[in-house]
């Protein structure tokens, strides 16, 4: 499904809802963290420890695939007009939501080209919308 032009969000909203959320995702990791500080007796967990690094990894896509599955739409998302839609006019699955999760992370591991890549690719389409068959909508004020 191709979405009409003006129905695109720019690059500077959706750069202030990724901002505005993981701005929520940082608070959010900071009391999920709590949990495994608890179970190890309240001392700080071991640098580099990779099932707290997994663990807030998962916490990270239960984060966004949450909002994305219910809604189409991230606190950050509602705040700047967004919303995340199936190609095929469905609600986006789990499934999408974990491919957009893990193509998002890859791309800003390129230090963003797979988002940048909408406005070079013929079907102006990221990364991670194309693999996930998804897109972003402008909604109206």
Not at 105 to 110: E, K, N, Q
Request: charged share 10%.
């Amino acid at each position: 499904m191709s979405v009409a032009v003006h129905n695109r969000p720019g690059p500077i909203r959706q750069l202030m809802a990724m901002v505005y959320d993981f701005l929520l995702l940082l608070s959010a990791l900071l009391f999920a963290a709590i949990i495994p500080v608890a179970l190890n007796g309240g001392e700080a967990i071991t640098p580099g420890n990779v099932f707290f690094l997994l663990y807030l990894l998962l916490v990270s896509f239960l984060f966004y695939a949450w909002f994305w599955t219910h809604g189409g739409q991230t606190l950050g998302m509602r705040a700047w007009k967004l919303k995340l839609e199936s190609n095929t006019a469905q609600v986006v699955t789990w499934k999408q939501a974990a491919i957009r999760f893990i193509v998002g992370l890859v791309s800003w591991l390129c230090l963003g080209l797979g988002f940048w890549w909408q406005w070079l690719s013929k079907n102006k389409q990221s990364w991670y919308n194309q693999m996930a068959k998804t897109h972003l909508i402008l909604l109206k004020e």
